[in-house]
């Protein structure tokens, strides 16, 4: 679960099957990680997996899991290819 403070919007994101989906989560339900942080702080928390300073509830070690499952970003990744 994903709160983003000063929008006060919730978001979930599930990975399933090996897909990762995310929607909005308007009844802020459970989850096994709940972030709370401001929209500005969410690419570098994605990015490192560092919750530090960040609020938070839950198993922090989520992030880790989830990481490790990813596959390394390409730069180079031909998003439109003729």
Do not use: K
């Not at 938070?56 to 880790?64: F, S, T």
């Amino acid at each position: 679960m994903l709160t983003l403070r000063g929008a006060g919007e919730h978001h979930r994101a599930l990975l399933s099957n090996g897909v990762l989906i995310h929607y909005p989560d308007p009844a802020g339900g459970t989850a096994d990680l709940s972030v709370t942080l401001p929209l500005h702080r969410l690419a570098g928390v994605l990015a490192t997996g560092d919750i530090d300073g960040v609020q938070h509830e839950g198993d922090a070690g989520v992030l880790r899991r989830l990481a490790s499952v990813l596959d390394e970003p390409r730069p180079d990744f031909p998003i439109v290819t003729p």
